[in-house]
């Protein structure tokens, strides 16, 4: 675990600030308050808060508490559920001044950003052309860039549009170390860096994962919707040494990100929703591999006993109709018009109901789930695996105590910190999985709505 003491007061860290050329800082009882808490239950009170109005306030950020040994984490709508936006030294939020989408390239299919420009934001700019940023977890309306590839952020429509780290083109970033460098794909030999610096710190990345090519061939990446912690498999030379999709997830604590270039995708014209009722949640999950052939944008699952919740605390009215089940799958389509997404969805739940031969092909694809080769829950973090990442973190950000972990206090005893940077630097961490039971596949009822397109 590292450990950090910070040995500075409030006022001596935002007069260092000043000094260093940073206006809107605060250290108010009631500001540092604001930012104790996250969408978590952890809670960790800042020395300061601080709203930076250009790049060169963020490296002037980071050249004080490199100083001063305060750690300091970057912040965009602090709607993580796991403390990551928290600090005990100093929070830099980029949300307020920080959040411009500076362009949109729709022959590139690429927009370039500020680090606190919301989800949403990117996506209407990019709108007129027909594309949008594909990530958007439930709080895009809300959550920033800079956030999103901290946590390597997805949503619902992950299955079409992949998650933050596949949608990255390049980073403008400031490692922990000072050093200031462009995170790209760099191929298998590496495209030449500009700085003395720079290159030093690619090719000690380079070595770092050189060195570990069994570990990590073997250990990362096993999964497609693997989400925050290091992902070093994109270092492998196989992954063209993507050092902007390695960066995606490790929630701020090897470098801040100053800018970022990220893809856009189609935006579909229409949208329709299938509904499918199941038994039971197993059987829904069962039923997936065989809705994956026909490509839907998204497809999200849902116990009845969340939806009875609500019937029973409000009134049965209170939820729309659905089909019968204790479990259902929402999946939707895409097209060019409405009657073609419909159209779709129809198929779509067709293929499941027609015959017992196709049920029997659904049930047989489970074997084949992608999600199967997630390790058993007891499993823990190899030594090797748990070595390479701390010596990620002291390639990356020895100089300067990106986050300061020791100080994280959960509430609650179950608080989900899980495989991410957090909880991979503690031993024995685990992942979150369970079972899947096995059932037949049963769906009852097929709802067709079409929803305007966003
Ligand atoms: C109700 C609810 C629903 C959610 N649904 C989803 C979902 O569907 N899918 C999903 O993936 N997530 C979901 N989340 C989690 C969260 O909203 C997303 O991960 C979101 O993208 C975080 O964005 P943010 O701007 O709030 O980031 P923050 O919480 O501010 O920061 C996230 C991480 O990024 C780091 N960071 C921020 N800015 C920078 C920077 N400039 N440089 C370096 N590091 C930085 C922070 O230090 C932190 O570690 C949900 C959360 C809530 C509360």
Redesign the pocket.
């Known amino acids: 675990m590292v450990t950090t003491t910070i040995d500075v007061q409030p006022d001596e860290l935002a007069a260092a600030l000043r000094k260093a050329g940073l206006s809107e800082i605060e250290t108010g009882t009631r500001r540092r308050a604001e930012y104790t808490s ?2 978590s239950n952890y809670r960790v009170a800042p020395l300061v808060v601080a709203f930076p109005r250009t790049t060169d306030d ?1 490296i002037a950020a980071l050249g004080v508490c490199g100083e001063l040994g305060v750690p300091l ?9 796991a403390g ?2 928290l ?1 005990a030294g100093l929070v ?4 307020r001044h ?1 959040n411009r989408v500076l362009s949109v390239d729709p022959e590139r299919r690429t927009a370039v950003v500020e ?2 420009a ?2 949403d934001s990117v996506t209407s700019a990019a709108a007129p052309f027909g594309l949008r940023f594909g ?6 309306s ?15 429509r ?1 299955l079409r549009y992949g ?2 780290a596949d949608n990255v083109v390049a980073l403008d ?1 400031l490692a922990g170390t000072g050093v200031r460098f462009t995170a790209a794909r760099y191929g298998k030999d590496g495209q030449a860096p500009s700085a003395a610096s720079e290159a030093g710190l690619l090719a000690d990345l380079r070595a770092l994962a050189g060195g570990n090519l069994a570990t990590i061939r073997t250990e990362f990446g096993r999964f497609t919707r693997q ?1 925050s912690g290091y992902s070093m498999e994109h270092l492998l030379p196989e992954n063209d040494f993507d050092v902007a999709k390695f960066l995606s997830g ?4 090897l ?4 800018g970022a270039t990220v893809r856009l995708v189609d935006a579909p014209r229409a949208t329709a929703l299938a509904v499918l009722g199941y038994p039971d949640m197993p059987a829904a999950a069962e039923a997936v591999p065989g809705l994956l052939p026909h490509l839907p944008v998204a497809l999200e699952g849902l116990d009845s006993r969340l939806v009875d919740v609500v019937r029973v605390r409000r009134r049965p009215a209170a939820v729309p109709d659905l089909p019968r089940g204790g479990g259902w799958l929402f999946a939707e389509t895409s097209g060019d018009t409405v009657e073609e997404a419909v159209d779709a969805a129809r198929k779509l739940a067709a293929s499941l109901t027609s015959t017992k031969e196709s049920r029997a092909r659904t049930a047989t694809a489970v074997s084949t789930m992608p999600i199967s080769d997630i390790e058993a829950p007891t499993t823990r973090l190899s030594p090797a695996r748990s070595a390479m990442i701390f010596a990620v973190r002291m390639t990356m950000s020895a100089a300067v105590p ?2 300061n972990f020791s100080a994280m206090a959960p509430t609650a005893p179950n608080s989900p910190a899980i495989s991410r940077p957090v909880s991979a630097l503690k031993s024995g961490a685990r992942l979150a999985t369970r079972p899947w039971a096995a059932p037949p596949l049963k769906m009852f009822k097929v709802v067709m709505r079409s929803i305007p397109s966003p």
């Open positions: 996250d969408a963020l984490v970057g912040r965009g709508a602090g709607t993580s559920i990551n936006a600090s830099l939020d980029t949300s920080l680090p606190g919301v989800l990530p958007d977890p439930s709080t895009h809300r959550a920033t860039i800079g956030g999103a590839i901290g946590n390597n952020a997805c949503g619902s992950a998650r933050s970033v989400v490790t929630e701020g604590s470098a801040l990100t100053l990106l986050r």
